[in-house]
């Protein structure tokens, strides 16, 4: 038998609620093992290896010290699979990037010295693409498990993984629930990347935008629905900034 | 023979839907509230039910084409012993207005024509339907305009409401069945008949939407119009959602995908809605977007709607539910605004021809999504991209194709993708295709070796009527992997059996680089028959590559026919090639004189199902899995999308 990829899992700014949700796949873990070794998933287990083929990684790139550890991770994989909307896009990370890095460091901790601590040498929000080239990408925050697994079993058939270019409202409607707009809402899913099944608008909460924007914010269309909703551009620049502050429509490639 | 009508009391029917679901025969769903909106939902009790809703947000068309259904499942470790999950659930719906029970029937001339879908005909054969007359219309809603506010057929049973009773109208002998074992009923007396005749006329007036003109008269107004401002003004702030396919109850496009396991081991073959105003919707394997603008698409759900299957089953296949006005957030999609604003403004004429109707042979009849099992018996590689895979069935079952035709192969756990027969037709279950890595099925194709199993369903499509050619002259023009089913022609017309049969044959063969000439053998063969005249070029030729023919485009080999001693209007002329090339390559066979009528065209498009029901291929008005992927020229040429 062929001999089964090396799998590494590692986090930068984040949550960690992307690997939770990995870690939640429960007797599914069990299938996962069985097609590849978890050699390193620092949530999940003591053990570490610096050997491994394929790299997960959770988070935004904070520091210069995390740019470093990346280069370092993608040096060592052959394939590094970017999960969640932190390590895809930036996400929730990518708000503080309204400011600059120094008023930021001021804003949370005051006077205190933290010169030469490179733990607090921040710079701007980055996301993984934005310093090593990615192979794969599991979008959301957090992810949605099947997704997860459809990436990976597309990897390993060595297939492309097959990720939604539409937006939200085709889940949303195959789940028939009330548009958000009729129910007073300003929801992102017309315009936000499908392949969370809806999942946000289907328990009754707008889309935030967390798998990644399909149309840019000031296209026609969106005009025209922030008109008859007597919404203004600046409503939806602020929806944006959740998840997508400073992004535009995110490429096919990702 | 006038319709059986009974009545319930209220009282007694809620004691009837009751007994239904306490039997536990049937899953019993019905209409139900779902905050201010209606939905179709699996019922526990009769008091649930809202039988005085407007609209559901989706129409039981998920009962019958589920929003994600199981096509096959399969394993990966045995290749080809996919089976069939046909559903054998029984279920009564309650509540279906007329305008969805309409909806249904259309769906079954898609469905249940000569290729019956086999999931949704148990489906449909296991599902009894109690509908219910319209009692409160949904604001959007135009079915009385659109005479789909009644119907007289596609129920069990129909009820409707006059009051303290329902008139129940007994629509077949199941439906009568059902309720003489579950319900006590009453004759209806004359007053009740009165009364059922003032509820519905009563609805009439409900209706603040109108069509000012007749559906009839959807399809010549569209067709006028194929050209108007209005589908780009429109599309200018379409949201490319879909949300109005997804909602529609006509609609029933569909995307297969296969899935695996985690461990992967199994999988599912399943499909989803689909829909056309997606940009994907179109997406070939080597990433060409047909209808890549959004006005394209806008227009081509309309024209399905009021040209398309009006052409193909005689009626326009929307009715007026309202669902697509409501659903659509910049409020563009709703056909009665649509037709009412193009009647207004039209005044040009009739002009264009959108469909066309072409008869096929269906050679596989019945089961439609399983394919057979088969062997790769030889692969051999042209280049990095292309290589020639010989495949053998394993039923040791003729494939019996014509030149032209083509088949889906399957490999499981990748997916599904058709590929041009490059074999002369035979009786034999050998046969060739070639693959150009592109796409994920492609790919993985080419990792596969001689002894590994893949799966076939076709022959499919039309291929070329070979009989017609008898006695011409015969000129082939083909691009690229055009040759791949040009070959095929070619080839079983040089049979030595057939050769008498056919004057001169001229064969102009262009590639864009010298190894992108495949065939090679073929070719060198070809030159040495008598009264056959072989062409090459290559578009262009690096100082490395060795090539001692001739460089250029394809149009460039014309002037090397001896076009005096060509008898234009006994010569056939057959182009297959890239869509780029079409345009260039027939302007110069009209140069020569050759008659439209005696070009003939295969074209490529995204073939998913290969069966004319996915909807992925369509072109204007056909299906180019069916009516094509063999044209007329002559015929197509009316077809603005066809050499877009």
């Known amino acids: ?254 | 023979m006038k319709p059986l009508i009974k009545t319930i009391t209220k009282k007694d029917f809620s004691t009837f839907i009751d007994a239904i679901i306490k039997d536990r025969s049937y899953d019993v769903v019905g209409v139900r509230a779902k905050g201010a909106r209606y939905v179709f939902d699996t019922l526990s009790s009769a008091n649930e039910l809202c039988l005085d809703y407007d609209v559901t947000i989706v129409p039981p068309k998920k009962y019958f084409l589920p929003q994600h259904e199981t096509l096959l499942k399969f394993s990966m470790q045995k290749p080809f012993e996919g089976k069939e999950t046909i559903p054998d659930e029984s279920r009564i719906i309650i509540g279906v207005h007329p305008y969805d029970i309409i909806a249904l029937d259309q769906t079954d001339r898609h469905y249940l024509d000569q290729q019956q879908d086999n999931y949704y005909k148990k489906r449909r054969e296991n599902t009894l339907i109690v509908g219910v007359d319209i009692k409160n219309v949904s604001e959007r809603s135009f079915a009385a305009s659109m005479k789909t506010n009644t119907t007289d057929s596609g129920f069990d049973l129909l009820l409707t409401d006059i009051g303290t009773n329902y008139a129940i109208t007994i629509g077949t002998e199941k439906g009568n069945k059902l309720l003489k074992k579950y319900a006590t009923v009453k004759d209806a007396n004359a007053s009740d008949l009165t009364k059922l005749k003032t509820a519905r006329n009563a609805v009439l007036k409900k209706y603040k939407q109108k069509v000012k003109i007749d559906k009839k008269d959807w399809s010549p107004l569209l067709v006028a119009n194929y050209n108007h401002a209005i589908w780009e003004e429109r599309a200018d702030v379409c949201m490319e959602c879909s949300s109005c396919t997804m909602v529609c109850p006509t609609c029933f496009c569909y995307d297969v995908k296969d899935d695996v396991s985690l461990n992967l081991t199994q999988g599912n073959r399943t499909r989803t809605w689909d829909g056309c105003m997606l940009k994907d919707f179109t997406k070939v394997g080597s990433g060409e977007v047909f209808r890549d603008d959004v006005k394209e698409r806008y227009r081509h759900r309309f024209f399905r709607k009021g040209n398309y299957l009006p052409e193909r089953y005689g009626f326009v296949a929307c009715v007026g539910c309202g669902r697509c006005g409501i659903a659509c957030l910049p409020d563009i999609a709703d056909p009665c605004n649509l037709i009412n604003e193009l009647a207004h403004f039209s005044s040009e004429k009739d002009t264009g021809r959108y469909f066309i109707k072409e008869e096929n042979e269906v050679l596989e009849k019945g089961i439609i999504h399983v394919p057979r099992s088969a062997t790769i018996k030889k692969i051999t590689p042209f280049n990095e991209l292309d290589s020639l895979f010989e495949i053998e069935l394993d039923d040791k079952k003729p494939l019996g194709h014509k030149p032209g035709q083509f088949v889906e192969v399957s490999i499981f756990g990748y997916g599904e993708a058709p590929f041009g027969i490059s074999t002369p037709p035979g009786n034999t279950p050998v046969f060739e295709i070639m693959v150009r890595q592109v796409g994920n099925v492609t790919k993985k194709l080419c990792s596969l070796k001689p002894g590994d199993k893949v799966g076939i369903r076709g022959p499919l499509g039309n291929g070329f009527d070979v009989k017609s050619f008898e006695g011409k002259t015969l000129l082939f023009t083909s691009g690229g992997t055009g040759m791949v089913p040009m070959r095929s022609l070619i080839n079983y017309v040089l049979d030595s059996k057939q050769r008498d049969k056919f004057k001169e044959i001229i064969i102009l063969y262009g590639a864009k680089r010298p190894k992108e000439i495949t065939f090679l053998g073929d070719v060198d063969r070809w030159k040495k028959i008598r009264d056959v005249q072989c062409e090459l070029t290559v578009d262009r030729c690096e100082p490395s590559e060795c090539w001692d023919g001739c460089t250029g485009l394809i149009t460039t080999l014309f002037p090397k026919i001896q076009a005096d001693k060509l008898d234009t209007k006994n010569t056939i002329a057959v182009v297959i090639g890239p869509p780029v090339m079409y345009k260039f390559v027939i302007k110069c066979l009209q140069t020569l004189g050759i008659p439209n009528e005696n070009i003939y065209v295969s074209l490529e498009r995204r073939m998913k199902c290969g069966v004319a029901k996915c909807g992925h291929c369509q072109i204007n008005g056909i299906y180019v899995c069916k009516e094509g992927p063999v044209f007329n020229y002559e015929k197509l040429k009316p077809l603005p999308e066809a050499f877009e």
Not at chain 1, 19 to 24: G, P
Not at chain 1, 135 to 159: M, N, Q, W
Request: aromatic share 8%.
């Open chain 1, 1 to 254: 038998m062929k001999q089964k990829p090396r799998v590494a899992v590692f986090d930068f700014a984040d949550c960690e609620g992307c690997e939770l949700e990995i870690a939640d796949l429960e007797e599914e873990i069990l299938d996962l093992i069985e097609i590849a070794d978890i050699v390193s998933f620092r949530e999940v287990m003591k053990e570490h290896s610096d050997s491994y083929d394929i790299a997960i990684i959770e988070g935004s790139v904070m520091r210069p010290m995390d740019e470093r550890r990346l280069r370092s991770i993608r040096s060592h994989a052959k394939i590094l699979i970017a999960l969640g909307a932190c390590a895809t896009m930036g996400g929730v990370n990518k708000i503080r990037n309204q400011w600059m890095p120094d008023d930021v460091k001021k804003e949370v901790y005051g006077d205190a010295d933290l010169k030469g601590n490179e733990l607090f040498d921040v710079f701007q929000t980055k996301a993984l693409n934005e310093v090593v080239p990615v192979d794969y990408y599991v979008h959301g925050c957090p992810i949605d498990r099947d997704e997860f697994k459809s990436v990976i079993t597309a990897i390993a058939l060595g297939k492309k993984p097959d990720i939604p270019r539409y937006p939200v409202c085709v889940e949303c409607k195959k789940n028939e629930n009330i548009c958000q707009f009729e129910l007073g809402a300003f929801c992102l899913g017309p315009i936000t990347r499908a392949g969370c099944k809806a999942i946000c608008p289907t328990h009754n909460s707008a889309c935030e935008g967390c798998r990644g924007l399909i149309k840019k914010a000031e296209a026609e269309c969106v005009k025209e629905v922030l008109d008859r909703y007597k919404l203004s551009y600046e409503d939806i620049r602020r929806r944006c900034t959740m998840y997508n502050y400073g992004r535009k429509e995110c490429s096919y490639d990702e």
